[in-house]
């Protein structure tokens, strides 16, 4: 089979189109022709070293979507799938052309789905999701500031905050792309280079949670809190480090919650599938690539300009 791997770390040109053997399904696995994946940013962290992989030559992708080879664990073949956990298959992740994923991993993906959606999808809506509802506990009504709405996890976080009945404010830090994030449901987009943001969120009566993928905003995210605010902290975009007023969060009884590396549950992945089916939230796809040009969308998720998912796709 085909994977685009890197043998060493470096630029996006690292990244090779090889031929390697195909996997062995271990216990518990499905075989899966692999038809599409997306670029996540940890792509780019693995490839560059600055969060090394356990052994070289390594095959990125967090996602993949495809067809079932054979009937296997209650999967027949020909069914469509998608796992979010691709990075734990026999045969790399979803730059693989072929995978040997945990069944328990999977999900089916309906009519009316392609796999490029499903993919787009994937990880990122997994995330926004069990930050919002698992970790989060928001419930209808509540006010919930999502920073970086333009961001993967932005863009599926301010979709289901609306769909739960919620007052969503986002943040960017482009004009261009205030409209879009309107367009995807936020109440109030508030441009960070511009304006104030605790300033203008307290002004508008605050928030009761806060999905944190900046890091280095925690300050604000504390400050634009109602008493007994929520906020979890998920991401680190703007850098690992933050300094906070602890008289503040003390005062305010701001819970700050360590979110982990985020999944919600296969039944929940399901859920959202399905309300991509109906067109209760739709999946943003700025690009569609063939997996050979992997490098070439290292280059422009790093270049930060689009909105929405790169996807790769097999041919």
Known sequence: MKAVQFAQYGEPDVLQVREV???IPRPGDVLIQVKATTVNRLDLFQRNGSRPVDKLPFTPGLEAAGV????SQGFHAGERVMTTRASEAAGGGGYASIIAA???????IP??????????????????????????HLKAGERVLIWAGSSGVGIWAIQFAKQAGCWVVTTTSSTAKVSELRQL??????????EN????????????????????TLQTSIESCVQGGRIVLIGNLGGQQATIDTQICRLKRVNIIGGGLVHTSTENEQLILEMIAAHAV??????TLPVERAA??????????????IVLVHS
């Open 21 to 23: 053997p195909d996997p």
């Open 68 to 71: 079932v080879v054979k009937d």
């Open 102 to 108: 945990p069944a328990e991993s999977l999900v089916r």
């Open 111 to 136: 009519d009316g789905v392609s796999f490029e959606e499903a993919v787009a999808a994937g990880l990122t809506a997994s995330t926004a999701w069990g930050s919002l509802f698992d970790i989060g």
């Open 185 to 194: 449901g936020a109440d109030m987009v508030i441009n960070q280079r511009e």
């Open 197 to 216: 943001v605790a300033e203008t969120i307290q002004n508008a009566y605050g928030v009761n949670l806060v999905i944190e993928l900046v890091s280095t």
């Open 282 to 287: 739709t999946p943003v796809i700025a690009e």
């Open 296 to 309: 070439e969308a290292h280059r422009r998720l790093a270049a930060g300009q689009m909105l929405g998912k």
